[in-house]
């Protein structure tokens, strides 16, 4: 490290310890307190989210099997039908020209 970065890292240090104890005799925050959420309680809020998400999802996949299982089972309504009305044949009348 550079001597002057070196200082001036160091000045920074001690800026922050005469900080905190000045603060600490006031009964103030510091700048180096964390006043909001920690990385662990940011990992927990995520990972609620995450499982709320997972379950939803989840939810929908299985409706959407239990949709193309119904379709499933129409189409192959619709298909014997077809197969059915595909024996039919018709005798044209002769008389009516049909």
Known sequence: MEPVRYLRVRLVDW???LD???SDLRGEPTRSRR???NGHDKLVA???KLRRRHRELT???ALAAAEIQRLSLLLGRYVAAA???SKVTHISNKRTGR
Request: glycine fraction near 6%; proline fraction near 6%; hydrophobic fraction near 30%.
């Open 83 to 85: 197969e059915e009305n």
């Open 46 to 48: 995520r990972s609620a």
């Open 35 to 37: 006043t909001g959420p």
């Open 59 to 61: 939810d929908q996949l």
């Open 15 to 17: 800026e922050l310890c």
């Open 20 to 22: 905190e104890l000045l």
